[in-house]
């Protein structure tokens, strides 16, 4: 009987640690982050003409030494999304983006207009390692010669289970954990210039978990 009380007690302390999980999307900010902390805690401009309604921006951010702009996405003042804009001038910077992604997310799908690499299902039916490598090559640098590629990336430790039950890219998400994160990092040319935009976002956030796990800020 001890035993047994001593177990409830347990997951009752325990409980609220797993439902209130904070979800990182991109350095210090989290999902579900209020507006209203944002805005206390960094001068920020609506930025509405250049996003959707109500996103805010932050300028002079940088990541791996290049400067960017960052916008913040908001679902009822909580914050659900994080971007960044920036300059890249050429195919070596480009990369280098793609590499400080790869630190903590792994590659699934990659897109040159309506033309599409699917890692998964690829990789499920192309057993030579070398042919692997050198088919994603040919494909990236096709698109780099247009100067206009996308790349989604999921988290790495989400990958490691995510792919193994998932045969081709449209089902790495079915079935997926709630605190899987996704990187969708966009280049492509804006204004004449060749624009890069990375988005951190966690597709299985809903409004309904915001509410059931706020982050509340001592002001």
């Given at each position: 009987?001890?035993?047994?009380?001593?177990?409830?007690?347990?997951?009752?302390?325990?409980?609220?640690?797993?439902?209130?999980?904070?979800?990182?999307?991109?350095?210090?900010?989290?999902?579900?982050?209020?507006?209203?902390?944002?805005?206390?805690s960094?001068?920020?401009?609506?930025?509405?003409?250049?996003?959707?309604q109500?996103?805010?921006?932050?300028?002079?951010?940088?990541?791996?030494?290049?400067?960017?702009?960052?916008?913040?996405?908001?679902?009822?003042?909580?914050?659900?999304?994080?971007v960044?804009?920036?300059?890249?001038?050429?195919?070596?910077?480009?990369?280098?983006?793609?590499?400080?992604?790869?630190?903590?997310?792994?590659?699934?799908?990659?897109?040159?207009?309506?033309?599409?690499?699917?890692?998964?299902?690829?990789?499920?039916?192309?057993?030579?390692?070398?042919?692997?490598?050198?088919?994603?090559?040919?494909?990236?640098?096709?698109?780099?010669?247009k100067?206009?590629?996308?790349?989604?990336?999921?988290?790495?430790?989400?990958?490691?289970?995510?792919?193994?039950?998932?045969?081709?890219?449209?089902?790495?998400?079915?079935?997926?954990?709630?605190?899987?994160?996704?990187?969708?990092?966009?280049?492509?040319?804006?204004?004449?210039?060749?624009?890069?935009?990375?988005?951190?976002?966690?597709?299985?956030?809903?409004?309904e978990?915001?509410?059931?796990?706020?982050?509340v800020?001592?002001?």
């Open positions: 009987m001890k035993r047994l009380l001593l177990l409830s007690l347990l997951f009752l302390f325990a409980a609220p640690s797993v439902a209130n999980e904070q979800i990182r999307l991109y350095k210090q900010y989290l999902v579900g982050m209020p507006k209203v902390f944002l805005q206390k960094h001068p920020l401009e609506d930025c509405s003409d250049r996003y959707e109500g996103t805010l921006c932050l300028q002079k951010h940088s990541l791996a030494g290049e400067s960017a702009e960052l916008a913040f996405r908001f679902l009822s003042d909580r914050l659900v999304s994080v960044l804009m920036m300059p890249l001038s050429d195919v070596g910077k480009i990369k280098k983006m793609f590499h400080v992604l790869k630190t903590q997310f792994d590659l699934v799908l990659i897109e040159d207009g309506a033309d599409k690499f699917d890692i998964l299902e690829v990789s499920s039916n192309t057993f030579n390692k070398d042919e692997f490598t050198k088919m994603i090559a040919e494909f990236e640098n096709e698109a780099y010669q100067l206009r590629i996308k790349y989604t990336f999921i988290s790495k430790n989400e990958f490691a289970t995510q792919s193994r039950k998932s045969q081709k890219f449209s089902e790495i998400f079915k079935d997926a954990p709630l605190k899987m994160r996704a990187a969708i990092y966009n280049v492509g040319r804006k204004d004449g210039q060749v624009v890069g935009t990375i988005s951190f976002i966690v597709p299985g956030i809903t409004e978990y915001l509410d059931q796990n706020p982050i800020e001592d002001f």
